[in-house]
T-cell receptor, first 110, second 113 residues
């Protein structure tokens, strides 16, 4: 089942902060975050694993609430380069499928 | 350079004409998968492969076939393409399984008329 992302779109000015949320109805083993710029392939940002382990870029922060099956991606002091579509992906506790949400469009204006 | 390659990058074809989209990775990854991307729907997994000769259906496998005869290659086959398979297709690979960083190929834009 596809995770639900919110908001669907957000517009920021440079330097502002944003939070993107991802929610699933099933028990999760891991949550992924990727960013895709127009016309390009998705690029890995972070993985959060059940139990607290995180793998990803130092400048990106995210949280994973295992009890609520929710994750949030925190973008602080946004830059123009942060613009793109952000996807969360989830892997269930007992599966090998990676299921992506519909995406959140982020636009940073100068 | 570590990468996932896909060919062709762009393809326009007609209904019913069999086609294959190739995917190859040079990172010795065990896990490979195919996704299609449609506006407003995000990335939907078509098939995935845990290793050579091991494949399984994703969420939207109808109308597609795959094979994994070699570790580096994971071709996507459309035996009788239809217009509803017009989409942007991405191949991805990871070290081992779906809970590792996915490396995506550049994408293949397919149009079926």
């Amino acid at each position: 089942q596809q995770p639900v992302q919110s908001p669907q779109a957000v517009i920021l000015r440079e330097g502002e902060d944003a939070v993107i949320n991802c929610s699933s109805s099933k028990a999760l083993y891991s949550v992924h975050w990727y960013r895709q710029k127009h016309g390009e392939a998705p690029v890995f940002l972070m993985i959060l694993l059940k139990g607290g382990e995180q793998k990803g870029h130092e400048k990106i922060s995210a949280s994973f609430n295992e009890k609520k099956q929710q994750s949030s991606l925190y973008l602080t002091a946004s830059q123009l380069s942060y613009s793109g579509t952000y996807f969360c992906g989830t892997v269930g506790e007992y599966g090998n499928k990676l299921v992506f949400g519909a995406g959140t469009i982020l636009r940073v204006k100068s | 350079e570590a990468q996932v390659t896909q060919n062709p990058r762009y393809l326009i074809t007609v209904t019913g004409k069999k086609l294959t989209v190739t995917c190859s990775q040079n990172m010795n990854h065990e896990y490979m998968s195919w996704y299609r991307q449609d506006p407003g729907l995000g990335l939907r997994q078509i098939y995935y492969s845990m290793n050579v000769e091991v494949t399984d259906k994703g969420d939207v496998p109808e109308g597609y076939k795959v094979s994994r005869k070699e570790k580096r290659n994971f071709p996507l086959i459309l035996e009788s393409p239809s217009p509803n398979q017009t989409s942007l297709y991405f191949c991805a690979s990871s070290f081992s399984g779906s809970s590792y960083e996915q490396y995506f190929g550049p994408g293949t834009r397919l149009t079926v008329t």
